[in-house]
C-alpha cells in the first residue's frame, strides 16, 4: 500500500495526469501506439525549470502538470533524480537523454550542473546548419547508451537546420519475466481487430497465481505479470487493461482517465488465472512536439526570450523537436519456469485490442512510475500467410 504522506505525491499525481492527459490525445482510430509518460515529462521538468516564471513558464506547467507553488526546484529535481537512479540500474532496459543547443548558446553553470547530477541528462553545443554532422552525433550518442540496440534516433527529413533546441528521449524495454510464457504453448490464435476484422498472430499462454481485478468502472479487466527486474526496495511489472467482451477499448479509453494506478494495484488480489497474451514487439519514434501542441505548448514552440533561467545571456530560443524513440518487446522469456497447475481459475483471453502500462513499484512511491503506456491492436503484427 502507497503512503499518502511524500512530500512527492502530488509529482506522482501529476505524472499521472500527464500519463492520462498524452493516452487520450494519442487515441487515433484503430492506431498502436507507445510512449514513456516519465522520460517526456522529465524534459518538461527541464523546461519547466529553465522558463520558470515567464509566459512559456506557465504554458510549459500546464502542459506537463507541474504546480511551482506546491514544489520547490529542489523538490522536482530530486523526484526525477530518486526515480533515474533506479532506472539505470535496471537490467530491462536502456534509455538515453539528451539536449542539443545551437552553438553560441551558453547554458549557466549551476543549470548544467543540476540536469547533470540531478536528471542524469547533459547538454551539447552543435551547429544545427550542419545537419548531417548533427544527425551523426545524436546516433552515435543514442548507439552508445542503449549498447547498439536503438538507431538512428533523427532521420535527416525530420531535421532542419534552424533549430536552437532539440530534446532526445529514446528507451529500449526488453524485460524478463519473473515466471516464463512456455514456448511450446505459443500458438497462432485469432485476433478481434473488430468484429469483422479477425487476423492470426502468435499467442503466448501462461497459468500461473497472478494479481487480478475486474474494474466495473471503466468496464475492464486488469492484469498483473511482474518482471524479474527489482530488488528489496523497487519491482517492475506490466498491468495489462482488457476490456469486457461487451464493450470496446475505445470505450474503455473513454473513461481511464477517471483511474489511479495506485488504487488500481490496492483492489487486485491474488488467484489462479489462465492468460492468452499475444507475443509483440513495437517502436514508436518521429517527433514528440506535435503531440505537445496539441497538448498547449505553442510559445515555447516559438522562438522567445523566456529561457533565461537556463542561459548565461538572454536570447531567443525555442524548443524546435523532441526526438522519441521508445521500444518494447513482449516475449515468452521468464526468470523461472511456469509450475504445472490443476485448475482453470480466472480467464483472460486477450484476443482483442488492449493498452498496457509498464510501472515501477515501491513503497517510497504515492502512484507508481509509469515508464511506459501504450495500446495494442495487431494491425502491424498480422501473420502474412
Known amino acids: 500500500m502507497f503512503s499518502k504522506q511524500s512530500q512527492a505525491q502530488n509529482l506522482d499525481r501529476n505524472l499521472r495526469d500527464f500519463a492520462m492527459k498524452t493516452y487520450q490525445e494519442m487515441t487515433e482510430g484503430s492506431r498502436k501506439f507507445l510512449f514513456s509518460p516519465f522520460l517526456i515529462q522529465m524534459t518538461g521538468a527541464v523546461l519547466h525549470l529553465g522558463a520558470k516564471g515567464s509566459k512559456s513558464g506557465v504554458e510549459i506547467d500546464k502542459c506537463f502538470h507541474f504546480d511551482p507553488n506546491k514544489n520547490s526546484e529542489i523538490e522536482i529535481a530530486d523526484y526525477f533524480y530518486l526515480r533515474l537512479s533506479y532506472l539505470q540500474t535496471s537490467k530491462s532496459l536502456k534509455f538515453a537523454n539528451r539536449i542539443y543547443m545551437e552553438e553560441g548558446n551558453e547554458m549557466k553553470d549551476t543549470f548544467s550542473k543540476l540536469l547533470n547530477e540531478k536528471f542524469l541528462l547533459d547538454v551539447e553545443s552543435v551547429t544545427f546548419s550542419k ?40 528507451l529500449y524495454f526488453r524485460g524478463k519475466w519473473e515466471t516464463e510464457f512456455p514456448p511450446k504453448y505459443t500458438s497462432i490464435k485469432e485476433f478481434y481487430v ?8 502468435h499467442m503466448m499462454h501462461l497459468k500461473a497465481e497472478l494479481n ?12 498483473e505479470l511482474p518482471y524479474e527486474d527489482g530488488d528489496e526496495k523497487w519491482s517492475m511489472s506490466m498491468l495489462v487493461f482488457l476490456p469486457d467482451k461487451h464493450t470496446t477499448l475505445e470505450d474503455v479509453e473513454s473513461k481511464f482517465y477517471k483511474l489511479y494506478f495506485g488504487d488500481v494495484l490496492e483492489a487486485m488480489f491474488s488467484t489462479l488465472v489462465s492468460v492468452e497474451l499475444p507475443r509483440f514487439s513495437h517502436e514508436e ?7 505537445l501542441e496539441e497538448l498547449g505548448l505553442n510559445r515555447t514552440l516559438k522562438r522567445t526570450n523566456d529561457f533565461d533561467k ?16 521508445f521500444f518494447i518487446d513482449v516475449h515468452e522469456e521468464g526468470a523461472n519456469q511456469a ?31 509509469l515508464l511506459l503506456m501504450g495500446r495494442y491492436t495487431a494491425f502491424y503484427d498480422v501473420i502474412l500467410k
Open 285 to 291: 519514434r518521429g517527433d514528440f512536439t506535435y503531440h
Open 310 to 325: 537556463m542561459l548565461k545571456s538572454p536570447t531567443e530560443l525555442e524548443l524546435a523537436a523532441m526526438g522519441i524513440q
Open 131 to 170: 545537419p548531417k554532422k548533427v544527425l551523426a552525433r545524436i546516433n552515435e550518442y543514442t548507439a552508445s547508451k542503449t549498447s547498439n540496440l536503438m538507431h538512428p534516433t533523427v532521420y535527416e527529413d525530420e531535421f532542419f537546420a534552424f533549430e536552437k533546441l532539440l530534446a532526445v528521449n529514446v
Open 339 to 369: 509450475p504445472e497447475v490443476i485448475g482453470d481459475g480466472k480467464q483472460f483471453i486477450a484476443n482483442r485490442p488492449f493498452m498496457y502500462a509498464v510501472i515501477c513499484k515501491s513503497n517510497i512511491l504515492d502512484e507508481p512510475l
Open 212 to 223: 487480478y481485478a475486474s474494474l466495473p468502472q471503466i468496464d475492464a479487466t486488469v492484469l
Open 194 to 201: 473488430k468484429k469483422n476484422i479477425v487476423v492470426p498472430i
